[in-house]
């Protein structure tokens, strides 16, 4: 059974930063495409950035290009989002995914399993 969990989230002023982690269990990371999707509130869930199979290709919504970067750690079984330049329009709960398919997909619907969830606020 594939388990993804989420932590790392807070309160964090803007400019600031944060480490978002994603414990994989049940699968390995290294078979799946692994990426992260926020949601705002009273918006949908959106694609933020995603990391292929072979941990060699990335790809990052427009918004976050720049200030947000996904990675791996095999031996750990965990994937990181580092954001940096932290600003308001951040704010949401950020979810870990992954992909059983190929491809750097952003669309919520094909990814297979997904975490809870780990809040990320914004604000001075």
């Known amino acids: 059974q594939v388990q993804l969990v989420e932590s790392g989230g807070g309160l964090v002023q803007p400019g600031g930063s944060l480490r978002l982690s994603c414990a994989a269990s049940?699968?390995?990371?290294?078979?799946?495409?692994m990426a992260w999707f926020r949601q705002a509130p009273g918006k949908e869930r959106e694609f933020v950035a995603a990391?292929?199979?072979?941990?060699?290709?990335?790809t990052y919504a427009d918004s976050v290009k720049g200030r947000l970067t996904i990675s791996r750690d095999n031996a750990k079984n965990t994937v990181y989002l580092q954001m940096n330049g932290l600003a308001s329009e951040d704010t949401g709960v950020y979810y870990c995914?992954?992909?059983?398919?190929?491809?750097?997909?952003?669309?919520?619907?094909?990814?297979?399993?997904w975490g809870q969830g780990t809040q990320v606020t914004v604000s001075s």
């Open positions: 995914a992954a992909r059983v398919g190929y491809g750097l997909v952003t669309m919520v619907s094909l990814y297979d399993y």
């Open positions: 990391l292929s199979r072979g941990g060699g290709s990335t």
């Open positions: 049940g699968c390995t990371i290294t078979s799946y495409t």
